[in-house]
């Protein structure tokens, strides 16, 4: 009798054991797709903290435009877009106009306005172009905001303090710099044109 209940004893061990291992491995798949979900879903209109993206020594300005364009062709080829564009709803990582993020807006119009191709993600179009001073804004340079602690949001400046971009309440529109939501929010400014 005794060595009928070792041999249970010893049966049932590895049983439990292999449960515990299938258990462990499926918390770790899970864990690791979770993470590239988040990764994925933040990596739209998010990017680094304002003090780890300092601009680099080596950002240049986009000087190989297709086409030449001068203040008042930017101005109307991006008013040509907010019209085309205007309420087209936010969807974070969006590329259509069933929706569309801000990062996703940007590429689209300097793709198909300006004939440029620009980074895809906030993160990486905070890295382009020329970093400048809000002082110094012209038509057609990019305007970046922190909208929470790590999130960050990019617009294209218009002039007369306002910019294009789209937004998570209302979608594509204009809004005003000077507002108090973007002043509050403003981060930093960079160019992409050489006009």
């Not at 000077?178 to 400014?189: F, G, I, L, M, R």
Request: net charge positive; hydrophobic share 35%; glycine share 8%.
């Amino acid at each position: 009798m005794p060595d009928t209940l070792n041999m249970l004893n010893h049966n049932t061990i590895p049983i439990n054991t292999r449960y515990n291992n299938m258990l462990r491995r499926f918390y770790g798949i899970f864990g690791l797709i979770s993470v590239i979900i988040m990764l994925a879903v933040i990596s739209g209109c998010a990017s680094t903290s304002p003090k780890n993206a300092k601009a680099s020594k080596h950002q240049t300005a986009v000087t190989n435009t297709p086409k030449k364009l001068s203040k008042t062709n930017v101005k109307q080829l991006l008013t040509q877009q907010h019209r085309n564009w205007k309420g087209t709803p936010y969807k974070l990582g969006g590329n259509s106009k069933n929706g569309i993020d801000c990062s996703g807006f940007v590429h689209i119009t300097f793709k198909q306005r300006l004939g440029l191709n620009l980074p895809r993600t906030t993160s990486q179009l905070s890295k382009t172009g020329i970093a400048i001073n809000r002082k110094q804004l012209t038509v057609g340079d990019l305007v970046f905001f922190t909208t929470g602690f790590s999130k960050r949001h990019v617009g294209i400046y218009m002039g007369n303090h306002s910019f294009l971009h789209a937004s998570t309440s209302k979608g594509v529109m204009i809004s005003s710099m000077n507002s108090p939501y973007w002043s509050k929010h403003y981060w930093k400014s960079t160019r992409i044109l050489v006009i």
